[in-house]
């Protein structure tokens, strides 16, 4: 075999490696069907409301929710406790269905909270069911 030839078997070698690796490295690419996942948990809206009504049903739902409405309000505003308390008491009295509870709470929670101050604590409440499973 004369060198020239030696050279060009290389290069084919070469060129033969270079090929199979490509093809192998990119298989899933080339002969597989792609595969999406549509994200179905919680999405911030930036809606007050249904910020509101996402945190509640991580909650519970009725006189548990405005229960933990009162205590969550009374811990980051201790200087309205009262007036706080005199509003969820109105509330409590009542058997209040989740819609009608949302209603109550969305006017109260729109003077103490922010969108942003519910959606962290939406993501805080989910940290923790991830944490405990």
């Known amino acids: 075999m004369t060198a020239g030839r030696s ?3 290389i290069a084919l070698i070469g060129l033969v490696g270079v090929l199979t690796t490509g093809v192998l490295s990119n298989w899933d690419k080339l002969f597989s069907h792609v595969v999406t996942v549509s994200y179905q948990g919680y999405k911030p809206t930036g809606d007050f409301e ?3 009504r ?3 049903r991580r909650k519970n739902d009725g006189k548990q929710l405005l229960e933990g409405v009162r205590s969550d309000l009374i811990a980051a505003n201790p200087q309205n ?3 706080i308390n005199k509003q969820l008491n109105a509330a409590l009295e009542a058997t209040l269905t989740f819609d009608e509870t949302v209603a109550v709470m969305v006017p109260i929670y729109e003077k103490y ?8 604590s ?12």
């Open 7 to 9: 050279q060009i078997l």
């Open 113 to 120: 909270y922010t969108v942003k101050q519910i959606q962290d």
């Open 50 to 52: 249904t910020e509101l």
């Open 81 to 83: 406790a009262e007036k």
């Open 54 to 56: 996402y945190f509640g």
């Open 122 to 133: 939406i993501s805080s409440i989910r940290q923790k069911l991830c944490n405990n499973t």
